[in-house]
């Protein structure tokens, strides 16, 4: 009995010890994440320091016009929306990879991304638009319009069906392809800029970024999050299989169905907005589980935060590769995401199959 009840005690220590270690690893995250916020409205042709764009960000009026509109239209805007759709991809790919029970799954995998390049392209292209959208919006709306179609028609196929997890990486890569095709012949037929805007806002950029959108996108991650945490222990339990989570009583199939639609509207929105960024929504999920381990409620706020820092520091890469030059950011988080990518599935040895 002793010997029982001093087990049981390391065992309770050990989660304990095992808890802060967890939480102290957020909370450094944070910290680095504020440190590449500062340095990403730092970096730029303009050579603010930290010191004058803390006085412009909390004494706007104080400062010189052109600082203020640099920091406050440029400078903050970028940043700001480079931590919120690293946040919502981190977020996504981390619960996508949980339900689909595989570990090389991604929000794109969905044919969201694609679907969103379609709706684009008709805008670009086409000028086939939503009634009523002002000309500001078009492009953002018609992408989150198909991208959110496309995940609607996947939950509805999904459900008539009662397609397993198999049928819905396939049904997904099967709408990918399908867009793909309608966007390559939406290329075919565009005049010459009209396939140049088309060709770099599938390229992903944050220059399109402002603070209507920020609001957007802000909003929808302050009602997702919660919903994805409340979900944690469901989500944790479903990692041991369905049959288990079935067995703690857990609705494995209004679970998986449920969160399919979260991880679609934060992707949709996050594509509509600064368009394809790859890679974020695959890496994030494999970096917090190494740190955070499989227990969602550290790995989902980990995978959160870890996308938000890697797209923060893809904004920064950005604008250092080429002095002068402000690189595509979805050209960046590819170059990086392509190698890591590939050590993931080496180092897998044999267990992504």
Not at 293 to 298: A, Q, Y
Request: glycine share 8%.
């Amino acid at each position: 009995m002793a010997t029982a009840l001093l087990i049981a005690n390391d065992n309770v220590r050990s989660y304990q010890r095992l808890t802060r270690r967890r939480i102290g690893g957020l909370m450094l995250v944070c910290m680095l994440i504020a440190a590449a916020l500062l340095f990403d409205c730092r970096t730029g042709p303009s050579g603010l320091t930290v010191p004058a764009i803390l006085h412009a960000v909390f004494y706007p009026r104080a400062v010189a016009p052109d600082i203020a509109v640099i920091v406050w239209q440029i400078r903050l805007p970028y940043a700001v929306m480079a931590l919120l759709v690293g946040a919502a991809l981190g977020l996504s790919g981390a619960e996508v990879q949980t339900i689909l029970n595989n570990p090389l799954a991604s929000p794109y995998t969905l044919g969201v991304s694609a679907a969103a390049a379609f709706g684009a392209s008709l805008a670009i292209v086409a000028n086939i638009t939503i009634p009523g959208v002002t000309q500001t919006w078009v492009i953002s709306a018609n992408a989150f319009a198909f991208a959110l179609l496309s995940a609607l028609l996947l939950d509805t196929v999904a459900r008539w069906r009662g397609m397993s997890t198999a049928g819905v990486v396939l049904m997904g890569i099967s709408l990918v392809f399908s867009f793909h095709a309608l966007v390559a012949l939406m290329q075919f037929i565009a005049s010459a800029d009209a396939l140049q805007g088309l060709v770099f806002w599938t390229l992903g950029s944050l220059a399109r970024s402002d603070w209507t959108k920020i609001g957007v996108l802000a909003a929808a991650l302050a009602v997702a999050l919660p919903m994805s945490f409340a979900n944690a222990s469901r989500l944790t339990a479903l990692r041991l299989g369905e049959d288990r989570a079935a067995s703690f009583g857990i609705d494995v199939r209004r679970l998986r169905l449920g969160t399919l639609l979260r991880v679609a509207v934060l992707t949709a929105l996050a594509v509509s907005f600064v368009g394809t960024i790859g890679f974020v929504g695959l890496i994030a999920p494999h970096v917090a589980r190494a740190l955070f381990g499989e227990d969602h409620r550290f790995y989902l706020p980990g995978s959160a935060l870890t996308g938000a820092l890697m797209m923060s520091l893809a904004s920064i890469a950005s604008k250092l590769i080429i002095p002068g030059v402000l690189i595509p950011v979805g050209i960046v988080t590819a170059l990086v995401g392509i190698p890591l990518f590939l050590g993931i599935v080496i180092s897998s040895h044999g267990e992504l199959g």
